[in-house]
């Protein structure tokens, strides 16, 4: 009798637990403390070898039909707590489809990346391809396949950040071409743009990160001819057919013969004024015939071929086209500025 009686006040226990449990985890806990291997039930269970013959059968029909009643209990308030679990997280997700939607603000493009596609389609229309290269470089590539051997007083211009004697951050895109003439044979029509590095301070008009754009073209008979009415073309479609462009002459280790290029002003049309600072005319690149040993440099045989080549910056570009007067402003990220664009 006290073995049933034990029973019962197990099975009561059980009820009154179960109805208080407020969550999965402390029905878990009511499981494993009535049911488990070391539970109560399972303990009292252990002692039937200490009845009689006679008392063992009522008592594990008792036993049995008060695990059944706690496992269906134990089933029913797991339901209940899940769908109240359901209920608090659909309230708590609730969706009212009559409210306005929020506004999220979009961006647009950088005037530098505005500027680039728009430079991109006139070359493309131009049969040009575009290309890219690492901007992490050899010095070879940079320096001196491009005839800029180490001792080249140039290099003072182009000074750079090295991550050991050969390695580098390139200066310019021009490694790109390198690249392409070694491992493409003639004709030969691209551009490169692309981020390039120098050891400059930061001013108005100077950055250690920038952007060139630069281009190349090889093939039989090329001649400065063809290299003059290229740039004037890709400069009319980026200023205006009105645009006026002038050739004067200079030095690149790489062109032979090379020059600077120059749009007359906008404003003024070569009166003088703020803005091309009383010259009349405004410096946008640099171009000339590829120097012979540069073509030899990449396997190209100079008595049969020839071309050109020219490199422009980007963010002079953009700051002339906007008369933008700070380049800093381009990497500063002031959303007042950008939104003009």
Not at 19 to 39: H, P, V, W
Not at 111 to 140: A, H, M, R, T
Not at 252 to 259: G, H, I, L, Q, V
Not at 305 to 328: C, H, N, P, Q, T
């Amino acid at each position: 009798m006290a073995m049933k009686e034990k029973l019962e006040s197990i099975r009561e226990a059980a009820e009154h637990d179960l109805r208080d449990a407020g969550d999965r985890q402390a029905l878990e806990s009511l499981r494993i403390r009535y049911l488990g291997k070391k539970g109560e039930l399972t303990s009292i269970l252990k002692k039937m070898g200490e009845l009689s013959a006679e008392e063992r059968p009522a008592i594990g029909k008792l036993a049995n039909e008060i695990r059944a009643r706690i496992e269906a209990e134990l089933a029913a308030r797991a339901a209940e707590l899940q769908d109240a679990e359901q209920k608090k997280r659909m309230e708590k997700e609730k969706i009212d489809v009559t409210m306005p939607g929020k506004r999220h603000g979009l961006g647009h493009k950088h005037p530098l990346s505005i500027e680039l596609d728009e430079i991109k389609e006139i070359f493309i229309g131009l049969g040009f391809d575009i290309v890219s290269g690492p901007e992490v470089e050899y010095d070879y590539y940079n320096f001196e396949a491009l005839n800029i051997p180490k001792d080249h007083p140039s290099r003072d211009t182009q000074d750079t950040f090295y991550i050991n004697d050969k390695i580098l951050l390139r200066t310019q895109t021009s490694p790109v071409q390198v690249r392409v003439m070694e491992k493409q044979k003639p004709p030969i029509r691209i551009i490169s743009p692309g981020r390039v590095y120098r050891s400059d301070a930061v001013d108005a008009t100077h950055s250690p990160l920038f952007h060139q754009i630069e281009g190349l073209v090889v093939d039989k008979g090329i001649t400065f001819a063809n290299l003059k009415g290229t740039l004037e073309i890709i400069i009319k479609r980026m200023y205006g057919e009105d645009s006026v462009v002038r050739f004067r002459p200079h030095h690149f280790p790489f062109t032979e013969p090379s020059a600077e290029v120059d749009v007359q002003c906008f404003a003024c049309h070569g009166k003088g004024c703020r803005l091309c600072k009383g010259e009349g005319w405004i410096e946008l690149l640099g171009c000339g015939m590829v120097h012979p040993k540069v073509l030899s440099n990449c396997g190209i045989d100079p008595e049969i071929y020839s071309g050109f080549a020219f490199g422009m910056g980007l963010e002079r570009l953009v700051m002339r086209k906007y008369s933008i007067d700070d380049m800093r402003l381009f990497y500063e990220n002031d959303t007042r500025f950008l939104k003009q664009f």
